[in-house]
């Protein structure tokens, strides 16, 4: 139990235009979503958190109008890149965590990897 | 603020040597305590995690971490190294109650034949 999927897996898109990226959490209900991105070789910064229903909180220096995140029903989350950018390009990755006993832990997506050309 | 503090980036052993990776956090209370792994080009996957109880915890593939507060330590070892575990690891700490994960910043394995 306690599936992430994300899709697409990768994706390759021009400059200047926008991309969605979906997380669902497929056997359980997420209570809240986070997004994260991962640089090649490094560790990954939280960019979001989400809550079913309500405006995400972005991290510090997190574009907002550029990373619009929606968490729509309590398992699915989008993370659109607006005007993305070659220096958009990175690895994606969400997670989830359900409520109750199990809040503390998250369950991780594969992660979908963007390339902005 | 929570920090975590991975030491050395990048660590090598021989096939069927001891694996150590090393972990530190900051923290004025006991967190929530975990190991990932991560293979190129995929997600995050849960080795083990720490929450209460105790302090050895045994995770997959034969990993096992040793909460020690005194030391504020959750170092990662694994007896004998395999070829598929070569791969990144992060240490990342969440405090009971709080909304955040905190990620060190990943140790490099590499498992020589």
């Known amino acids: 139990g306690a599936v992430v999927s994300q899709h697409p897996s990768w994706v390759i898109c021009k400059s200047g235009t926008s991309v969605k990226i979906e997380c669902r959490s497929l056997?359980?209900?997420?209570?809240?979503m986070f997004w994260y991105r991962q640089f090649p070789k490094q560790s990954l910064m939280l960019m979001a958190t989400?809550?079913?229903?309500?405006?995400?909180?972005?991290e510090q220096g997190v574009e907002k109008d550029k990373f619009l995140i929606n968490h729509a029903s309590l398992t699915l989350s989008t993370l659109t890149v607006t005007s993305a950018h070659p220096e958009d390009s990175s690895f994606y990755i969400c997670?989830?965590?359900?409520?109750?006993?199990?809040?503390?832990?998250?369950?991780f997506g594969p992660g979908t990897r963007l390339t902005v050309t | 603020a929570q920090s975590v503090t991975q030491l050395g980036s990048h660590v090598s052993v021989s096939e069927g040597a001891l694996v150590l990776l090393r972990c530190n956090y900051s923290s004025s209370v006991p967190p929530y305590l975990f190991w990932y792994v991560q293979y190129p080009n995929q997600g995050l996957q849960l080795l083990l995690k720490?929450?209460?109880?105790?302090?050895l915890v045994k995770g997959i593939n034969g990993f096992e971490a040793e909460f020690k507060k005194s030391e504020t330590s959750f170092h990662l070892t694994k007896p004998s190294a395999h070829m598929s575990d070569a791969a990144e690891y992060f240490c990342?700490?969440?405090?009971?109650?709080?909304?955040?994960?905190?990620f060190g910043t990943g140790t490099s394995l590499t498992v020589i034949p």
């Open positions: 990342a700490v969440m405090n009971d109650g709080g909304n955040q994960f905190y």
């Open positions: 720490y929450t209460t109880g105790a302090t």
């Open positions: 989400s809550n079913e229903g309500s405006k995400a909180t972005y």
């Open positions: 056997d359980f209900q997420a209570t809240t």
């Open positions: 997670s989830a965590r359900r409520g109750g006993s199990f809040s503390y832990e998250q369950y």
